[in-house]
Each structure stands twice: as structure tokens, then as C-alpha cells.
């Protein structure tokens, strides 16, 4: 199969053949149709992620997904060959497996049947910036009358939360350049906040009792994260997406927590992009033999929006 992979720290990622995967007990073998670019791939692609992770090459680049299922691994009845799926790859311990590939071997348990009325741009970019953003937008409990800063609001994760948070009633500020006013007021938005200029300022002196809660996709510091937690009020919630939190449970009297792309979101996602209310933000596709200047533009550019990799 043709795959993006790096074959060692020191070249860049390239779409080269590897050999066939097979699917292995709890995995099916997937026909790739679709997969779009998270921070997380980046972080996989420039060697990164070998911070906290160790590499088995060639290492593959990807986690989104969605495809045909051609293969069942030992143990597996819960779908059957030519089954339409969506879903993640999850890390399997090391990274080496990954989806921006002809074929992929996701666990059963990190993915659904795709629904007929869901397309394959939008279903390969759901679950890991969706699935986080669920994550989030449940941890901070957002509801009717609530504001909720949103950092980070016009990349992948942001624009779900954005959506999210606004289904359950809440407030949304969203932090953006000047210019993405109207992309995220678009997705349901209620106010914006020019975070090229002091945002700290900005949202003390709009809420000085703080706001209800706070879901940051930038900042992996924790001080920064802390100033974040900063304009809560007391008793609300900060999440970080990124690991911004640490081990911490509280700053002051603010409860903190990290969120991740928990893949038992995909059915609820899906069925919400299907019923008309959430929204993929897809700024741009490229082919499998573009994936790499997906992945360097997704890096270098101010992306709104998701970058989708389709596979032949």
C-alpha cells in the first residue's frame, strides 16, 4: 500500500509503499476513503511526539478515519466486510500504524458504522478534534445562561466546541484574529475576542465576575493554562485539550481537567452532522500524494478549519 510515513527522525514524511497491514485480534482491516489533519499528526511528523512516545519505523502519519472494512481480525463479529466504518486509530503503545494510508487496522472499539448521509470528508474528520471537543464541552457543563471562553476557536477542536457548547444553550466567546469574526460567529458564536491583543484584559474588563467556564485548545504551559483558569469565576470549569492542566484538579477555586479525543463520541457525532446540527468546518482536501503539504500547510498557515486527506 502507498502510506505517508517517516522511515527516521531525520527525513521529512513521505508517501512511500509499505507493506499490506493485517488486521489483528480486536481489529478489522480498513479500506481508507478519508482522514483529516490534527495537531497531534504534526507532533507525529516533525519526531516531536518521540518526547513522549516511542517510534517504530516506518512510522506512519494519521488517526482520523473512515472506509470499508475489508478483513476481520481473530475475535471480531461486530462488523463484517464491506461495512462502512468511522472512527480513530488508536496508539497501539508506539507509533507506527497511521491512516493517511491506503489501508488502516483500527480496534473495533474505536469505531461505528458511518451513516449512508454522512460523506467520507465529513466522517474522516470527526472523531479525534469532534470526539475531543465532546470531551470538553461535557467537562465544563455548559448550559443555558452559562458564558464559555473558547481558545483556540477556528481550528479543529474549537469550531466543534464552539457548536457544542451553543446546542446546550451557552454563551460562546471565541478568541480569534481580526478578520475570523464572521467564520466563527457563523457556527453559532455569540461574541468574539481579538486574541492578538491582551485577551486577559479583554474578558476582565467585559466579565469581571469571570466567565462560567473556559476550554482552551492552545496552551500546553500550565501557567499559562493557569492564567486561562484566571477568568473563571469561582466554581466554574477550565479544560485544557492540549495538556495544559497537568495533574492538577484545581486552580484556586476553578476545577481543571484535560480532555483527549475519546473515540466513544463517533456515533453521537456522527448522527449530529447527519441531523443538521454540527457542522464540519473543511477548509481544504488534498490527495494521499499531497498529504505531506497538508500537513506542512496545517503547520505554517493560520487554517480555518479542517484539512482533509482523501485516499484514492
Request: glycine content about 12%; some cysteine.
Amino acid at each position: 500500500m502507498k502510506a505517508l510515513a517517516l522511515t527516521s527522525f531525520e527525513d521529512a514524511p513521505a508517501v512511500i509503499d509499505l507493506p499490506d497491514p493485517v488486521a489483528g485480534p480486536g481489529e478489522v482491516l480498513v479500506r481508507m476513503r478519508a482522514a483529516s489533519v490534527n495537531a497531534f499528526d504534526v507532533g507525529v511528523a516533525t519526531g516531536a511526539a518521540k518526547e513522549y512516545m516511542a517510534y517504530r519505523f516506518p512510522a506512519g502519519v494519521g488517526m482520523d478515519l473512515v472506509g470499508t472494512v475489508e478483513a476481520l481480525g481473530d475475535g471480531v463479529d461486530a462488523f463484517a466486510a464491506g461495512d462502512r466504518v468511522f472512527g480513530m486509530l488508536t496508539l497501539k503503545g508506539e507509533i507506527h500504524d497511521g491512516t493517511f494510508a491506503e489501508l488502516a487496522t483500527p480496534a473495533v472499539a474505536a469505531i461505528a458504522p458511518a451513516p449512508q448521509a454522512l460523506s467520507d470528508i465529513d466522517a474522516g474528520s470527526l472523531c479525534v478534534a469532534g470526539g475531543t471537543a465532546m470531551s470538553a464541552v461535557e467537562a465544563v457543563e455548559p448550559r443555558a445562561g452559562k458564558t464559555v471562553l473558547v481558545v483556540g476557536a477556528t481550528g479543529g477542536v474549537g469550531t466543534f466546541a464552539i457548536q457544542l457548547a451553543t446546542l446546550r444553550g451557552a454563551h460562546v466567546i471565541a478568541s480569534v484574529r481580526p478578520g475570523d469574526e464572521g467564520f466563527v460567529t457563523d457556527l453559532g458564536a455569540a461574541e468574539t475576542v481579538d486574541y492578538t491583543k491582551d485577551l486577559d484584559a479583554t474578558i476582565r474588563r467585559r466579565y469581571p465576575d469571570g466567565v462560567d467556564a473556559v476550554i482552551d485548545a492552545v496552551n500546553r504551559d500550565q501557567a499559562t493554562f493557569a492564567n486561562l483558569a484566571g477568568l473563571v469565576s469561582d466554581g466554574g470549569r477550565a479544560v485544557s485539550v492540549v495538556g495544559g492542566a497537568g495533574e492538577s484538579s484545581k486552580i484556586g477555586n476553578v476545577a481543571v481537567s484535560n480532555a483527549n479525543g475519546d473515540p466513544v463520541h463517533v456515533t453521537a457525532l456522527g448522527d449530529l452532522v447527519v441531523g443538521g446540527k454540527l457542522r464540519v468546518a473543511v477548509r481544504q482536501t488534498y490527495s494521499l500524494a499531497d498529504a505531506a503539504q497538508a500537513l506542512t500547510d496545517f503547520a505554517a498557515k493560520h487554517t480555518l478549519g479542517k484539512l482533509v486527506i482523501t485516499m484514492p
